[in-house]
């Protein structure tokens, strides 16, 4: 397995809200973490783990209003 995406690797794990920041605007969930291409990150061809934060509980609700209150409930405890 590439270890192109370590760094995101280490900062992130599947499940997390991610925001983007500076050049990389919207919120996504991340996935598919034990792969080659973790996604957003593989998408958007950015391997900076400084590009994105996680995302806070009211920007995923923001993002995402028919989120399931139980989805919704997890981003709040990971974030706050």
Same mark, same amino acid.
């Given at each position: +397995?590439? !270890?192109? #995406?370590?760094?995101?690797?280490?900062? /992130?794990?599947?499940?997390?809200?991610?925001?983007?920041? $500076?050049?990389?605007?919207?919120?996504?969930?991340? /996935?598919? +973490? $034990?792969?080659? &291409? @973790?996604? @957003? /990150?593989? #998408?958007? !061809?950015?391997?900076?783990? $400084?590009? /994105? &934060?996680?995302?806070?509980?009211?920007?995923?609700?923001?993002? #995402?209003? $028919?989120?399931? @209150?139980?989805?919704?409930?997890?981003? #709040?405890? &990971?974030?706050?």
């Amino acid at each position: +397995m590439s !270890d192109k #995406y370590q760094a995101i690797k280490e900062k /992130f794990k599947a499940g997390d809200w991610v925001k983007g920041t $500076n050049k990389h605007d919207g919120c996504s969930q991340v /996935f598919d +973490m $034990n792969t080659d &291409r @973790p996604q @957003p /990150f593989d #998408y958007l !061809d950015e391997t900076d783990p $400084n590009e /994105f &934060r996680l995302a806070t509980g009211d920007e995923v609700k923001e993002a #995402y209003p $028919n989120l399931h @209150p139980d989805e919704l409930k997890a981003v #709040y405890e &990971r974030v706050g």
